[in-house]
């Protein structure tokens, strides 16, 4: 019993210091339309710019 709550305790304090997923900047192969997003939109969409912090891509960086 004392494993499983010590197995418990050292999970949740990993979720405790997860970080967010950055952000990215894709552009469509098509017409060259540009949006953020943090996963890619789509098999006609590149990496054009990244990683940023926040959801508007503005600021660079990771998030913290």
Aim: charged share 15%; net charge positive; aromatic share 14%.
């Amino acid at each position: 019993m004392k494993a499983a709550v010590l197995v418990f305790l050292a999970l949740i304090s990993t979720v405790a210091f997860a970080s967010g997923a950055p952000w990215f900047r894709w552009q469509n192969i098509h017409d060259r339309t540009v949006i953020c997003s943090q996963i890619k939109p789509g098999e006609a969409w590149v990496l054009f710019q990244g990683p940023f912090m926040e959801s508007g891509c503005k600021k660079p960086g990771y998030p913290q």
